[in-house]
């Protein structure tokens, strides 16, 4: 499936979350910050999320031409 993808960083202990990346493909994923890992965001809906925020355009652009992009909380 090529959709665009939300993941976040979140702690063995559930601290976070940490950064979001969103992706097209998830083995194009960074490694995790130290001490976290990926977690995908399942009910994750692209359009909803751009309506609510639409500063999320410029990264999603960015994820589709990168394959993905990572944003700091």
């Not at 979350?17 to 097209?24: I, N, S, T």
């Not at 999320?49 to 394959?67: H, M, N, S």
Request: charged fraction near 25%; proline fraction near 8%.
């Amino acid at each position: 499936m090529n959709r665009l993808q939300k993941f976040v960083e979140r702690g063995a202990f559930g601290e976070g979350p940490g950064r979001a990346a969103y992706v097209l493909d998830p083995a194009k994923l960074p490694e995790p910050s130290s001490g976290f890992e990926w977690h995908i965001v399942g009910d994750f809906l692209p359009g909803d999320a751009i309506l609510t925020d639409p500063k999320l355009k410029q990264v999603f652009e960015a994820a589709l031409k990168r394959g993905c992009a990572v944003v700091a909380r």
